[in-house]
């Protein structure tokens, strides 16, 4: 259970920045938005990275590690300019981020066991249908 706290951590911050981005839109062009964002989320890697190593932590790296690296940013800008149009919609933010998060499980989910080989249980197929039932719901309520 310890990575609980990091998902919860997580799941905050990333709250946070669904929030910002919601005040934001329409109030900046998203190709800034998404820029300003994007520069803006190095600084607290940065400073882990500088932190992690004056402490005397390896700072290992690898080929793989590096190209994966890069292409999770590159999604991340790509990822960040759609939400900014999705947001510049007009659509709620209470709408907006829970379908997108359920949209999001259920891709993450089909990437594990197709591309990871991860195993399929029961608890995960149920996990998945309730996914859908609470996509829709949540989709049908912006009526």
Not at 57 to 84: C, D, M, P, R, Y
Request: hydrophobic share 60%; proline share 1%; charged share 10%.
């Amino acid at each position: 259970m310890g990575w609980l706290i990091f998902t919860l951590f997580s799941a905050f911050f990333n709250s946070l920045m669904d929030l910002f981005s919601k005040l934001s839109s329409g109030k900046i062009h998203n190709g800034a938005g998404a820029t300003l964002i994007c520069l803006f989320a190095a600084i607290p890697t940065l400073i882990y990275l500088l932190v992690s190593k004056l402490s005397g932590q390896e700072i290992n790296t690898s080929k793989e590690g590096i190209l994966f690296s890069a292409a999770a940013g590159l999604t991340v800008g790509v990822a960040t300019i759609f939400a900014l149009k999705m947001f510049s919609t007009g659509i709620s933010l209470s709408i907006a981020v829970p379908v997108l998060r359920i949209s999001m499980i259920i891709i993450a989910s089909v990437f594990g066991v197709i591309l990871l080989k991860e195993a399929v249980s029961w608890k995960l197929i149920a996990g998945l249908i309730l996914s859908f039932i609470g996509l829709f719901l949540i989709s049908a309520s912006k009526s």
